[in-house]
């Protein structure tokens, strides 16, 4: 089995920065792409940023220029930098990896770390 471990969430005040951290631990042969998901309250979880093995990445247009994703392959972790940080950012920030594992490709989820950008 796979785990991934979130953290680096907690409370800050408008403009300020956040670092997010997801290590990836288990049976790990290999691990395709890695982002970040959001869910804010009452509202869908959505794609935040991703990174594939080859380090090409994608942004949602809300978080461009603010926000960097990067991996460390050698210890199967995924970061977001976040800066800039809006009221909106504020959300449960989710971990998401393609992993191949004992029994071929699957996705796995991180267990979430609430952002919280207030004042």
């Known amino acids: 089995q796979v785990q991934l471990v979130e953290s680096g969430g907690g409370l800050v005040q408008p403009g300020g920065s956040l670092r997010l951290s997801c290590a990836a631990s288990?049976?790990?042969?290999?691990?395709?792409?890695m982002g970040w998901y959001r869910q804010a309250p009452g509202k869908h979880r959505e794609l935040v940023a991703r990174?594939?093995?080859?380090?090409?990445?994608n942004y949602a247009d809300s978080v461009k220029g603010r926000f960097t994703i990067s991996r460390d392959n050698a210890k199967h972790t995924v970061y977001l930098q976040m800066n800039n940080l809006k009221p909106e950012d504020t959300a449960v920030y989710y971990c998401?990896?393609?992993?191949?594992?004992?029994?071929?490709?699957?996705?796995?989820w991180g267990q979430g770390t609430l952002v919280t950008a207030s004042s």
């Open positions: 990174i594939v093995n080859g380090g090409m990445s």
């Open positions: 288990g049976i790990i042969f290999s691990i395709n792409d």
């Open positions: 998401n990896a393609g992993v191949l594992t004992h029994g071929g490709y699957r996705q796995f």
